[in-house]
């Protein structure tokens, strides 16, 4: 008799080593801890929704939040090439960027990039010291690579319908990570650009660029009441340009030699490693959303 309890104990503790052998090479494949990516993913998910549907103008705050740890997990990862970002004129400037585009538009914000670039070199150069153009240009990018590219999302958010077409811009954006992690996990075997990011493959694109078609012409056919094409086209484009900003990404954190930008999400990295779709993604979905539907209602 006590030899029973003895076999489904160790039964138990080798179904247990099957079932983290399992999750280990599901996370393994995925470069990730996955529960805790899916966990973070779902929190951040709810408040965006709650923000964007409460009243628009309360996401205005949370963009503000994510671009400025953003920017601080930028000018932290570029110290390791020793540039020195002059933080103060950066963060304040940058911050002050997300404002004036949901209530100027894109002309203020055009004057604003560029009087904010103008204080980057002040400030830098009372500053004295050597080096001074490597601070800047770290400055520079800084602000175009976060709060430049999130300010079109405010002003996607400025319209009547404003909170929508953001959530439809988010929504593609996800569906392309979603469709390209399980397309890449499941088919992926043909590398796109091994030396910048060995997980992206062509499948994953294939399968992204199909999630995005889909999500973009139900979304906006169903949500704006506009042609289906239209989604269509956006969901194409955001793949595209979601690519481009992980790859983008990539190379910023190679050149440097981390492997995250932060570790503020756990299962995620840092804000920025999941700001760089949606950041490349944004200026695209305005022109497409901005210029095919300058007039469409909420649905």
Not at 79 to 91: D, E
Not at 267 to 272: A, E, F, N, P, Q
């Amino acid at each position: 008799m006590p030899s029973a309890p003895a076999g489904s104990a160790v039964e138990a503790r080798s179904a247990d080593a099957v079932r983290e052998a399992r999750r280990a090479r599901v996370n393994n494949r995925a470069g990730r801890n996955l529960g805790a990516a899916i966990s973070v993913g779902v929190g951040l998910g709810l408040l965006i929704v709650v923000s964007l549907f409460t009243r628009r103008e309360t996401f205005l705050p949370v963009v503000m939040v994510a671009v400025a740890i953003g920017m601080w997990e930028i000018a932290s990862a570029v110290r390791h090439q020793h540039v020195r970002v002059p933080l103060v004129p950066t963060l304040a400037g940058g911050l002050a960027l997300l404002p004036i585009a949901f209530v100027g538009g894109p002309r203020s914000l055009t004057l604003a990039f560029a009087l904010v670039c103008l204080a980057i070199i002040v400030w830098r150069a009372l500053d004295g010291g050597v080096h001074a153009l490597r601070d800047v240009s770290g400055g520079v990018l800084t602000v175009a690579y976060v709060p430049l590219l999130a300010a079109f999302c405010m002003m996607m958010l400025a319209p009547p319908d404003g909170h929508w077409r953001v959530f439809i811009f988010i929504l593609v954006t996800v569906c392309s990570d979603i469709g390209g992690y399980v397309a890449g996990v499941l088919f992926g075997k043909h590398p796109m650009a091994p030396s910048v990011s060995p997980k992206k493959s062509w499948e994953g694109f294939a399968g992204s660029a199909l999630t995005c078609m889909v999500a973009g012409s139900l979304s906006v056919h169903f949500i704006l009441h506009a042609d289906w094409w239209i989604g269509a086209l956006l969901g194409v484009a955001s793949a595209a340009t979601a690519t481009v900003g992980d790859f983008c990404e990539s190379v910023i954190k190679r050149d440097i030699g981390i492997k995250d930008m932060g570790h503020v999400l756990p299962g995620h990295g840092g804000i920025m490693d999941r700001l760089d779709s949606l950041l490349m993604v944004a200026p695209m979905a305005w022109v497409v959303l901005s210029y095919l539907l300058p007039g469409s209602a909420p649905g």
